[in-house]
């Protein structure tokens, strides 16, 4: 989230017992201890890069996340031995998605404008050129760099491939298709479910500008 105003700022809220960790885990509130003993924090956020064709960074954003309503209830069927069906192996998270849903910019890093019960065919695709996608999966998501860290991309976006110029980035989904078979990663609602959105400030590349999007799941306790 350098032509705008980059938020990197970690917000925390009390969560008590470990159901309620997992329930409200990458709340809009972005992050949250369990105790100020345990110091162990949980967040997702997305950090958006636009680029021009040199290469040279045009903005830089990084902002928490807001879980939806389907993600929670992915959450605790993965987790715990619920009467709901076990994640399968194709249906783990590895895909983003852009979406040019105004949901409102956040006029400060502690708003969010995205609802909960948001679900996937909320967040449509920019304009692109035919046959184009948006949604890109990660081939292998990240989890061993950083212990207690996944990362998802980063995934670049290409004015003139993946989106036409001038369209406008508004909203980055974390989505999947909870059916077998290969995806299709037209947009979210192609996919069919929603885990997580982030309200990013805009972003509207031109020319061949790049669009590059991480999106990292954070849970761990500092170092000892």
């Known amino acids: 989230m350098i032509s705008k105003t980059t938020k990197k700022t970690t917000y ?3 969560a008590i017992g470990f159901a309620a960790f997992f329930a409200l885990m990458m ?3 972005g992050a949250f201890s369990t105790s100020p003993a345990s110091d162990i924090t949980a ?4 950090e958006v890069v636009q680029r021009n064709g040199d290469g040279e960074i045009l903005s830089s954003s990084v902002t928490h996340n807001r879980l939806l309503d389907a993600g929670e209830t992915f959450i605790l069927h993965s987790v715990f031995a619920t ?7 194709a249906q783990r998270l ?3 998605c852009i979406s040019d849903f105004d949901g409102g910019e956040q006029a400060d890093a502690s708003a969010n404008n995205l609802a909960e019960g948001d679900t996937a065919s909320t967040y449509p695709r920019p304009d692109g050129p035919s046959g184009s996608f948006a949604c890109i999966t990660d081939d292998e998501v990240d989890a061993t760099t950083n212990q207690g860290e996944a990362v998802i991309g980063p995934l670049r976006f290409t004015t ?3 989106i036409d110029a001038s369209e406008t ?3 980055i989904a974390v989505c999947y298709d909870p059916t077998p078979g290969a995806p299709d990663l037209t947009d979210c609602g192609t996919l069919g479910f929603a885990f997580a959105a982030v309200d990013v400030p805009d972003v509207a590349p031109t020319g061949t500008d790049t669009v590059d999007v991480t999106y990292t799941f954070d849970l761990k306790s500092p170092d000892n």
């Open 83 to 89: 009467s709901g069906p076990a994640t399968a192996d």
């Open 12 to 14: 925390t809220a009390t």
């Open 43 to 46: 967040y997702g956020m997305a």
């Open 94 to 96: 590895d895909t983003v």
């Open 160 to 162: 003139g491939t993946d």
């Open 27 to 29: 709340t809009p509130s």
């Open 169 to 171: 980035v508004d909203v």
